[in-house]
Structures are given as C-alpha cells and as structure tokens.
C-alpha cells in the first residue's frame, strides 16, 4: 500500500514543474515523473522518479499534478531531498567497483596477488554500498514505524544491494573479463604458431603477448557495464524484488 504523501513533506520538497506520462509497457501501475525542486541552480540535470500507484492505473496522458495524483506517489519520505546524490553510485567512487576488471586485465603484470587485491577493493565497495543503502532506508522511516519493521526493511535493503552489487560489479565483470583475456591470449597462441607471425622478434612477442591481451581485457569492460547492469536489474525485477517485497508485506502484515 502506498505511503502517504503529507503536506509537510511536500512543503519540504517543494516539488515543482512536474510532468508525467503512463509507462503501460513496462508495468501497468507505472508512471514516469520529470521535475525540478531546490538546488535546480546548482545541478542542471532533471529529476525522474519511477511511481507505483497501488490503487489505480495512471491515464494513457497526465499532464502536470494534481491534489488526486500526490497521495498517490509512493517512495518519497518527508524530508528527503529529491536532489540527494547516492554516494557510491552518483560519484567517483562508483569506480572502485571496477577494481576487480582492471585486476583480471592486468594480471599477467601484477599476478595472482594483484588480482586479489582487486577482489578485494571491489569487495569493500560492494559491502560500503550496502551498509550505505540500509542507512539511507533507515533515515526514510517515519518515527511511526515500528523497530522490528524498520530493521526489516533496513537489512532487506542492504541485502538486495549487496547482492546485486555482488553480480554486477564483481561476479559476472569479473568473470567477463577473465575469460575475454584469455580468449585473447589463446587468439594470439594461435598467430604466434602461423606463418604470419614469421620473423617477429621474441621481445615483439614478449610485448604483444603481455599487452595485446590486457589492452583488449581493458576494452572490453566499457562494453560490458550496461549489458550487465540491465541483465542483472531484469532479474532482480522479475525473480528476486517480489520475493522481498511479499515478504515484507507478510512480515509487517503480522504487526499491523
């Protein structure tokens, strides 16, 4: 069931310019919202929130916002700046997440121990995203809420991150890349035995043998980023988001 919107928060907030449009394709209950609220100076780039309307489906054309559509937005909390920056996926640090690829890329230069520690750094990023996200759920609760339930939907949003953090940052990159390495070592393994490659010098081999296979590892992961990402979202939407989402609604349905 949808949280109401209250005057206070959108007092707050204050919302402004809103305009929508009904996204039927991908869920009946969708509507796409663009808008623009305080710090619009600082930050040029617009707003979009995704709503879910428990109650009605969205017309085919909403122009504007109006006193029946407001109470209806699910997912904004009094208070919260529409303008926040997620701080491990809206900044710099986003990168450490990519740790581990460039690892596998330059693997025959710093080793296996290199590698780890790439693991490692792209591991600490997961797990401070988590601990990030469950304390951004955490501040979202109204004072209302019950502790139990408040600790149910802080760890259930820790844990969701870290899971999809696990497979799109670390798990299938990481993967990805290590085999595409190694794809371009065996490519070159098989040149080096050709007529082709007749007369090269062994410190020409040496080199290409070192930097032909990670420049091409390197290449590769620009490429792999949004496939992933979206590849792990559907499934997250379709398998793993309704399980949460019915066992927080039975867990929290037996202290209402």
Same mark, same amino acid.
């Given at each position: 069931?949808?949280?109401?919107?209250?005057?206070?928060?959108?007092?707050?907030?204050?919302?402004?310019?809103?305009?929508?449009?009904?996204?039927?394709?991908?869920?009946?209950?969708?509507?796409?919202?663009?808008?623009?609220?305080?710090?619009?100076?600082?930050?040029?780039?617009?707003?979009?929130?995704?709503?879910?309307?428990?109650?009605?489906?969205?017309?085919?054309?909403?122009?504007?916002?109006?006193?029946?559509? &407001?109470?209806?937005?699910?997912? &904004?909390?009094?208070?919260?700046?529409?303008?926040?920056?997620?701080?491990?996926?809206?900044?710099?640090?986003?990168?450490?997440?990519?740790?581990?690829?460039?690892?596998?890329?330059?693997?025959?230069?710093?080793?296996?121990?290199?590698?780890?520690?790439?693991?490692?750094?792209?591991?600490?990023? *997961?797990?401070?995203?988590?601990?990030?996200?469950?304390?951004?759920?955490?501040?979202?609760?109204?004072?209302?809420?019950?502790?139990?339930?408040?600790?149910?939907?802080?760890?259930?949003?820790?844990?969701?991150?870290?899971?999809?953090?696990?497979?799109?940052?670390?798990?299938?990159?990481?993967?990805?890349?290590?085999?595409? *390495?190694?794809?371009?070592?065996?490519?070159?393994?098989? &040149?080096?035995?050709?007529?082709?490659?007749?007369?090269?010098?062994?410190?020409?081999?040496?080199?290409?043998?070192?930097?032909?296979?990670?420049?091409?590892?390197?290449?590769?992961?620009?490429?792999? *980023?949004?496939?992933?990402?979206?590849?792990?979202?559907?499934?997250?939407?379709?398998?793993?988001?309704?399980?949460?989402?019915?066992?927080?609604?039975?867990?929290?349905?037996?202290?209402?």
């Amino acid at each position: 069931m949808s949280r109401p919107f209250s005057t206070p928060s959108l007092s707050k907030l204050a919302i402004r310019d809103i305009k929508c449009q009904s996204l039927t394709g991908r869920s009946p209950n969708a509507v796409l919202c663009t808008f623009s609220g305080p710090g619009q100076q600082d930050r040029s780039k617009r707003q979009k929130i995704l709503f879910a309307f428990a109650e009605k489906s969205p017309s085919e054309d909403i122009a504007g916002v109006s006193e029946e559509l &407001l109470p209806a937005i699910d997912g &904004l909390v009094e208070g919260e700046s529409v303008d926040q920056v997620d701080l491990f996926r809206e900044t710099p640090l986003r990168y450490l997440g990519y740790a581990n690829e460039v690892g596998e890329a330059f693997r025959v230069f710093i080793g296996p121990g290199g590698v780890l520690g790439s693991y490692m750094v792209a591991s600490g990023y *997961v797990v401070s995203d988590s601990v990030y996200q469950g304390i951004k759920k955490a501040k979202e609760q109204p004072d209302e809420v019950p502790e139990n339930i408040r600790n149910a939907r802080v760890i259930a949003a820790g844990m969701e991150s870290l899971v999809w953090q696990s497979f799109a940052s670390v798990i299938l990159p990481g993967f990805t890349i290590n085999r595409s *390495v190694a794809l371009a070592h065996f490519f070159l393994l098989h &040149l080096y035995k050709s007529p082709l490659w007749d007369g090269v010098s062994p410190d020409i081999t040496t080199r290409v043998d070192h930097w032909g296979p990670t420049l091409f590892g390197l290449a590769v992961i620009p490429l792999i *980023v949004r496939p992933i990402d979206s590849s792990v979202e559907k499934a997250f939407q379709k398998y793993v988001r309704p399980s949460i989402d019915e066992f927080l609604k039975n867990y929290e349905a037996r202290y209402e």
